[in-house]
């Protein structure tokens, strides 16, 4: 393997924040790039600006507190660390933070072993024919939410859009998770400022410290396998109960509405076999017929309500905006779907047929992704374009970086769906767009999620276009989702419909 300590830019005897193993970076040059993140956090642009560091092929090693980051930027060495040699790699530290929220679920679980088997128990829940039938609740959610911001536009004229698909999502998440409506118990505002409280925390990294802390604790006690303990759980639960006491109640809310579920199926009390929920229960590991707690019920249900409808608010909410900042794109949109629909709603099986409609999905999460970045802790020494990963390093894949690659995409700043066509899509590019992560660790709810808001648009675009009310693009949240900092005000333009024929177009 190369010696990356000969060959790292600026060298490790020169102080600074940043270095790069390849890219010929001085040490004056470093540390005006690393202080130039500090505006770009206060306009919150550092996205980009991390997108637009040099070497964006090379390995970038960042110094932060409390811990060092290796970070990538290329869809090569991104898919060495979650494809090639993802066995190498688990999840990091940092999704501790996120555990206070969800629990020890999919997204959170640091022990391999125990990830597999709920893996195997949660992956046949997703299973096409199961998506496939969930289909009419999320086309009848956002038939019902075209009629709330008809009633609201009528009130007002205008509408915050971030605050009607957050809505929206959660109330496709309940219908379809629980088979009944919790948006009231549980209102999307609760769920958004718990979320950005821990994005917060995640963004700046204050996991790591507690993390180690509670792992020292646990091997003074004789535990010789920490790395899925609840105990930085419940250390950050006390520290946000000092700093964030409003979020904290909110999180408790939201655990007794979801314990509340859990008891009144055990109970018979809710008898339906045609939610998450239901079929949570009765889920079996194939290889050794083990089921789930009800401990780990609850987990897997706060992780798919927090990230799942998060992460699709944030994607919905960014397509309004785009589309309404791209009138062509909007109009091929209506197009599209008055062809393919006509006034009748969709179905599971017309998302094929709307490949544009898809493809204005696509694009939005390429250019503002819904999730801006992965973190893999190393388990054994690998190499990343010549850089030496020792054990226990941490590896962070910069999701926003791959989309925003100049040697992957053409002019990457631009919103342009034609991009994601069968037609155009090219293999590197396929590998670059990675929303949802990839490999083993790839969300399992993707297929879900996609469905979800290709269906929600289509349906939205039979009714409606959005306007922005202003010329100046909300700014976004510094938090692991980047969603709108704030109202996305837009006004609604109603459409007339088409003339039922009895038929589809």
Known sequence: MADSSRSLYPPRWAPTFLRWHDTRVGWWESWRLALGVIPRVRDHTVVDYAANLPGADDVLVARVPFARFVIVRSPKLARQVLVTNQNNYMKSPEYDMLAVAFGRGLV??????????????????????????????????????????????????????????????????????????????????????????????????????????????????????????????????T??????????????????????LIADHRGGRIDRKDNLLALLMDAADPETGYRY??????????TFIGAGMETTATALSWVWQLLSEHPEARDRLRREVASVLGPRPATAADVERLPWTQAVVAETMRLLPPVIGLARTAKGPDELGGYRIRPGDTVAVFLHGLHHQHGVWERPEEFDPSRFLPEHLEREQKRAAIPFGAGKRMCVASGFASMEATLVVATFAQHLEFDAVSPERVRRQISFTGGPDGPLPMRPRFLAQPRRTGAAV
């Open 293 to 302: 707690s009800d401990q780990e019920i609850h987990d897997e249900l706060m």
């Open 239 to 260: 520290v946000g109960w000092v700093i964030e006491p409003r979020a904290m109640r909110d999180l408790r809310h939201a655990e007794r509405v979801v314990d509340g």
């Open 108 to 237: 959170t679980d640091l022990n391999e072993e125990q990830w597999q088997r709920n893996r195997r128990l949660v992956q046949p829940i997703f299973a096409k024919r199961n998506v496939d039938g969930f289909a009419p609740v999320m086309v009848a959610a956002a038939t019902e939410a075209v009629e709330r911001i008809r009633g609201l536009a009528a009130a007002d004229g205008v509408v915050d859009v971030g605050a009607e698909m957050n809505r929206l999502t959660l109330d496709i998440t309940s219908r379809t998770m629980f088979g009944t409506d919790i948006t009231g118990p549980m209102s999307e505002v609760v769920l958004e400022r718990l979320l950005r409280f821990f994005g917060r925390g995640f963004m700046t990294n204050l996991s790591h410290p507690l993390h180690n802390i509670s792992a020292w604790v646990l091997q003074r006690r004789g535990r010789t396998d920490p790395a899925n303990s609840r105990l930085p759980m419940r250390i950050m639960r």
